[in-house]
């Protein structure tokens, strides 16, 4: 006879299914794949200082390789924004990878640093190679721009943190300079405000394009309204461009005192990062302005004081020089369009930038 402990023995549970990373939406060999795509990119932007390549769990640099005797680092970081929803909505992915190098060179350069290497993260929802690739090549061109190495990176494939088309991205740059050489020094009354020009609206303000683009009816494939030839996704997706090249070769010829990188706050938010509390920085609008702005005003019905406070309005670097003539010819000789845009003035109490922009001026 059985024991009462034996009656009624219980069915073995069913078996349970069998899960892997891959179930759970992450592709680990996609991810690995990726990395041999980058290989290539990455060593075409080595220069000297680097040691060693990808697949390290860290990049090491050698300063003193590099020709530094007493550096100082110097190190930045941004991203792109919003306007990667536009590289999302249009499939257009190949120049945010040069607008994330350049958020993040352009800001060292103004503090006097070389730029020496990049890193960059790339989150998504589901890993694409074939855009990932198209985005990092874009990372790559523009560490060449800007002399620096890529260096290394981290891409994260995050099912449920992103919609499997969505991404962001995350740009690191670390650069030097002697430590005699550091910028801001000795900006005076007198001294002369250059304006490198930009590409259109770079980097910065695209909550504010989108929500114009809007309420046009307009779709990212129809002509631009301000770009003859251009689709309204491709005018607008204009890469920032990078200053690095030109604005090292006026500061190493001795001709510079002071830069400011034009992004978010426009030039009243960003040039008296470099000026004393003593000065203000009196601006001129009679600069040529890419007609991406006048669009954007007129179409926005976007007052002149809005539009200098949120874009560069066609000013993508100011630099600060007392030899504005040796200066522009320089800066010129390296490709860039220059314009004087004001002056250095005397100005305890008063706001840090004035600019006499007339009636009419964007449109």
């Known amino acids: ?49 680097v040691i060693g390549g990808l697949g390290g769990f860290g990049a090491l640099f050698d300063l003193k390789a590099a020709g530094f005797r007493d550096p100082v680092l110097v190190s930045c970081t941004d991203g792109v924004g919003t306007k990667l929803k536009i590289a999302i909505e249009t499939g257009l992915h190949d120049t945010v990878g040069v607008d994330l190098v350049a958020m993040c060179v352009n800001d ?9 290497f990049f890193l960059d993260y790339f989150a998504t929802g589901r890993l694409s190679g074939d855009h990932a690739r198209v985005v990092i090549a874009g990372i790559a061109r523009g560490c060449r721009e800007a002399g620096c190495a890529l260096v ?12 499997d088309k969505d991404y962001d991205l995350a740009g690191f740059a670390v650069g030097a300079a002697e430590r005699g050489d550091l910028l801001p020094r000795s900006v005076a009354v007198g001294d002369t405000i250059l304006g490198l020009s930009s590409t259109g609206v770079h980097s910065n303000g695209f909550s504010l394009v989108r929500h ?9 494939t129809d002509p631009a309204p301000f770009a003859p030839g251009e689709t309204l996704g491709r005018a607008v997706l204009r890469p920032t461009r990078i200053y690095v090249r030109s604005v090292l070769r006026l500061h190493r010829a001795g001709l510079l ?13 960003n ?12 601006l001129d609008a009679s600069w040529p302005v890419p007609t991406v702005f006048g669009w954007l005003a ?56 004035r600019i006499d922009a007339p009636a009419g001026w964007l449109h």
């Not at 290394?152 to 919609?163: C, I, K, Q, R, V």
């Not at 040039?271 to 009196?282: G, I, N």
Request: with cysteine; charged share 20%.
């Open 212 to 220: 114009i683009i809007g309420t046009t009816g307009l779709s990212w």
């Open 108 to 116: 060292l350069v103004v503090q006097g640093a070389e730029p020496l």
């Open 257 to 269: 005192k002071a830069a400011a990188h034009i992004t978010g706050g426009g030039l009243p938010g």
């Open 298 to 353: 007129k179409t926005g019905g976007v007052e002149t004081a809005e539009m200098l406070r949120v874009f560069n309005c066609g000013v993508g670097m100011a630099l600060i020089v007392s030899d504005a003539d040796a200066a522009t010819g320089l800066l010129q000789a390296e490709g860039e369009t220059v314009s004087r845009i004001g002056v250095i003035e005397p100005g305890v109490g008063s706001a840090a930038v």
């Open 1 to 49: 006879m059985k024991s009462a402990d034996n009656q009624g023995a219980c069915t073995p549970p069913q078996a349970q299914s069998r899960f892997d990373y891959s179930t759970a939406g992450v592709d680990i060999a996609a991810g690995d794949a990726l990395v041999e795509v980058i290989k290539p990119l990455a060593r075409a932007t080595k220069r000297t200082g």
């Open 271 to 282: 040039l008296p990062r470099v000026l004393s509390d003593d000065m203000v920085a009196a």
């Open 152 to 163: 290394g990176g981290e891409t994260a494939e995050m099912p449920g943190m992103y919609a």
